[in-house]
């Protein structure tokens, strides 16, 4: 009999430890996915014509094309209006990518990283 009591502890406790981790992975889910609406809605109000291109806990990926930018503004500071609203989510710039001097059919892409 209480090897019987000890097999049901030991399986209540297993049961237990499985469905805290289920459930702290989906918490981790909905976690990144509202922190990528916040970032997404944050770089559209600046500009429409700034996407995230990739995005995840650690890295993200802004993407603009340069003639949409001069076009819709007249010149690119949106961009690096974006690159800064990013920042305050704790982000950093690890690399830019800038179009060719002259040329109007490029894109900016701006790759930045969490610590």
Not at 75 to 81: A, I, K, Q
Request: net charge neutral; charged share 15%.
């Amino acid at each position: 009999m209480k090897e019987f009591i000890f097999f049901l502890f030991i399986v209540t406790l297993l049961s237990m430890s499985v469905t805290s981790t289920c459930f702290g992975q989906q918490y981790l889910s909905v976690s990144v996915r509202s922190n990528y609406m916040n970032l997404q809605e944050t770089v559209h109000s600046i500009s429409p014509v700034i996407k995230i291109e990739y995005h995840n806990e650690s890295n993200i990926v802004l993407k603009a094309d340069r003639g949409a930018l001069l076009a819709m503004n007249g010149t690119v500071t949106p961009f690096w209006l974006a690159i800064d609203a990013v920042k305050h989510y704790g982000y950093f710039v690890s690399e830019i990518v800038k179009p060719e001097m002259g040329n109007d059919t490029g894109s900016y892409e701006a790759k930045m990283s969490r610590y």
